[in-house]
């Protein structure tokens, strides 16, 4: 069964690095989603893009973040200038077209800043 | 705003017993409703969904969950759980047409033997 895979599975970086986590969707699905949970809370949407342009953005997702579907099979999430809070796991998911289409999850990034 | 209550954080249930677990959501319509598992080190896996029809849906693993419109709600069941359900179980929803998802806290499910 196809599924979303998620690169590294594990990244630590210091405070003000920049990281950029990385996805490889569902081959023919057209939206792409990144969500995030720190630890102990909920998962919270942060992202959705389609036709290579964000389609919404929750207000978590400021101007230190940043997506870009660079070839036809990576989807990627960078951050700028990591801060402390942005310590959390990242999940991406992709969906096919259809409005009750499925979103399907990858196996997520932990991301540590230290 | 649509939100999601889940308001167990923590369930622990025999080997064998049923399990309900609940989920209470807010929205201005009818949304599009989800359970996801997460098992430790893993993604999110889809066990069910409504949009709309038979309020009784079925998922895989012998998962089933029933919409509730006067209650708001979307309580998962299992007639009996096998020790590979412990897992942390995410009730989600979608407004129709959907295309973000919003989330519960989850709840933890334990088994005992």
């Known amino acids: 069964e196809p599924e979303v895979t998620q690169t590294p599975s594990h990244q630590v970086t210091q405070m003000g690095q920049e990281v950029i986590l990385r996805c490889v969707p569902i081959?023919?699905?057209?939206?792409f989603y990144w969500y995030r949970q720190i630890l102990g809370q909920k998962v919270e949407f942060l992202v959705s893009?389609?036709?290579?342009?964000?389609?919404?953005k929750s207000e978590i997702f400021d101007d230190q973040f940043s997506v870009e579907r660079p070839d036809g099979s990576n989807f990627t999430l960078k951050i700028r200038s990591t801060k402390l809070e942005d310590s959390a796991m990242y999940f991406c998911?992709?969906?096919?077209?259809?409005?009750?289409?499925?979103?399907?999850f990858g196996p997520g990034t932990r991301l540590t800043v230290l | 705003a649509q939100s999601v209550t889940q308001p167990d954080i923590h369930i622990t249930v025999s080997e064998g017993a049923s399990l309900e677990l609940r989920c209470n959501y807010s929205?201005?319509?009818?949304?599009?409703l989800f359970w996801y598992v997460q098992s430790p080190g893993q993604g999110l896996q889809l066990l069910l969904k409504?949009?709309?029809?038979?309020?009784l849906v079925q998922g895989i693993k012998g998962f089933e969950a029933e919409f509730k419109r006067s209650q708001s709600s979307f309580n998962l069941r299992k007639p009996s759980v096998h020790w590979s359900d412990a897992a942390e179980y995410f009730c989600?929803?979608?407004?129709?047409?959907?295309?973000?998802?919003?989330f519960g806290k989850g709840t933890m499910l334990l088994v005992s033997p």
């Open positions: 989600a929803v979608g407004p129709p047409g959907y295309s973000t998802l919003t």
């Open positions: 929205y201005g319509a009818t949304p599009y």
């Open positions: 893009f389609y036709n290579n342009e964000i389609s919404e």
């Open positions: 409504y949009f709309s029809g038979d309020t």
């Open positions: 998911a992709s969906k096919g077209g259809r409005s009750t289409d499925t979103q399907y």
């Open positions: 081959s023919n699905h057209l939206y």
